[in-house]
């Protein structure tokens, strides 16, 4: 007996969702890849300057591989190392987080905090993120403040509602963060005010790229945004990108370098390092971390 025709499409189709799934879930989700990209915002005859960011590890303890691509980050030889939250997926992945970025925390770096630095992930239906339905849901207390501890004790300072400035490639930065939006714990008005004439470099730092921080940050004069929250979409269709950006920002600024809409600033959104633990897939947005080289306009 012939197989009816739609029979043999659903079999097909089955199947090739069958391997997609198995791609995503396990290969992609661990292809971790450096992005390279040249920044044009320094004064002429300015030297580069190299910024590692670093976003959205979502560390689990036992994921050595993600911790020892992490740390072997430190061979790229950056002036500044800038993470942007969600860097953990379990009360006890402290000790993953600081084996990753352990040999970086000798270079002058900064980081603010995302939710899943506060609150352990929970199960949440993926199509509440495609519709845009349903409140956020909080899981078990993490550890953050043990986290937080150990980065400024290792001389990283803390950009959760501050404002700061530190050296780093023979220049003066000046740095204003906040605490991540996309749980209402950002105060950019508690930081807020114009760019110093004086320092030579200005950059806002915040987890979610939220526009209600992204345009006053802008605004100021702080002329590199840096964020993460996004995931890149996670799941994205080839040929036209992300589905979902899980904030305000546009899709299809969803990851990459960009121009911030009305002002002169860059907006880089890392695509991340890792995934939400119960949806560990990834599709067409491989897991990353950035090098940022700063170069003259």
Same mark, same amino acid.
């Given at each position: 007996?012939?197989?009816?025709?739609?029979?043999?499409? %659903?079999?097909?189709?089955?199947?090739?969702? =069958?391997?997609?799934?198995? #791609?995503? %879930?396990?290969?992609?989700?661990?292809?971790?890849?450096?992005?390279?990209?040249?920044?044009?915002?320094?004064?002429? @005859?300015?030297? &580069?300057?190299?910024?590692?960011?670093?976003?959205?590890?979502?560390?689990?303890?036992?994921?050595?591989?993600?911790?020892?691509?992490?740390? =072997?980050?430190?061979?790229?030889? &950056?002036?500044?190392?800038?993470?942007?939250?969600?860097?953990?997926?379990?009360?006890?992945? !402290?000790?993953?987080?600081?084996?990753?970025?352990?040999?970086?925390?000798?270079?002058?770096?900064?980081? !603010?905090?995302?939710?899943?630095? #506060?609150?352990? +992930?929970?199960?949440?239906?993926?199509?509440?993120?495609?519709?845009?339905?349903?409140? #956020?849901?909080?899981?078990? @207390?993490?550890?953050?403040?043990?986290?937080?501890?150990?980065?400024?004790?290792?001389?990283?300072?803390?950009?959760?509602?501050?404002?700061?400035?530190?050296?780093?490639?023979?220049?003066?930065?000046?740095? =204003?963060?906040?605490?991540?939006?996309?749980? @209402?714990?950002?105060? #950019?008005?508690?930081?807020?005010? &114009?760019?110093?004439?004086?320092? @030579?470099?200005?950059?806002?730092?915040?987890?979610? +790229?939220?526009?209600?921080?992204?345009? &006053?940050?802008?605004?100021?004069?702080?002329?590199?945004?840096?964020?993460?929250?996004?995931?890149?979409?996670?799941?994205?269709?080839?040929?036209?990108?992300?589905?979902?950006?899980?904030?305000?920002?546009?899709?299809?600024?969803?990851?990459?370098?960009?121009?911030?809409?009305?002002?002169?600033?860059?907006?880089?959104?890392?695509?991340?390092?890792?995934?939400? +633990?119960?949806?560990?897939?990834?599709?067409?947005?491989?897991?990353? %971390?950035?090098?940022?080289?700063?170069?003259?306009?």
């Amino acid at each position: 007996m012939r197989k009816r025709p739609f029979i043999t499409a %659903a079999a097909t189709l089955t199947a090739a969702g =069958a391997a997609t799934f198995a #791609y995503a %879930a396990l290969v992609e989700r661990n292809l971790f890849t450096l992005r390279r990209f040249d920044v044009p915002m320094l004064e002429p @005859d300015a030297e &580069p300057l190299r910024i590692l960011h670093i976003s959205d590890l979502h560390m689990m303890p036992d994921q050595r591989r993600k911790q020892s691509w992490v740390a =072997a980050l430190a061979g790229t030889d &950056p002036d500044l190392v800038v993470v942007t939250g969600d860097n953990m997926a379990s009360p006890d992945a !402290v000790p993953g987080v600081l084996r990753a970025l352990n040999p970086l925390l000798e270079i002058p770096g900064v980081f !603010v905090f995302g939710s899943n630095d #506060y609150r352990g +992930p929970v199960w949440k239906n993926p199509l509440t993120y495609v519709f845009g339905k349903g409140e #956020y849901i909080q899981g078990v @207390d993490l550890p953050s403040e043990d986290l937080r501890a150990a980065l400024t004790t290792a001389g990283w300072a803390d950009l959760n509602n501050a404002r700061t400035t530190l050296k780093a490639g023979g220049r003066t930065i000046e740095f =204003a963060g906040v605490d991540d939006p996309h749980i @209402d714990r950002d105060d #950019y008005p508690s930081v807020a005010g &114009p760019a110093s004439p004086e320092t @030579d470099l200005h950059i806002g730092v915040t987890h979610t +790229p939220a526009s209600r921080v992204l345009n &006053p940050m802008a605004a100021d004069g702080f002329g590199l945004l840096l964020a993460g929250h996004t995931h890149g979409g996670q799941v994205c269709v080839p040929a036209y990108g992300a589905l979902v950006t899980n904030c305000d920002l546009p899709r299809t600024m969803a990851k990459g370098l960009h121009r911030w809409p009305n002002s002169n600033a860059f907006l880089h959104v890392s695509a991340g390092l890792g995934t939400h +633990p119960t949806a560990p897939i990834r599709f067409a947005c491989r897991p990353e %971390a950035s090098l940022l080289t700063l170069i003259p306009r």
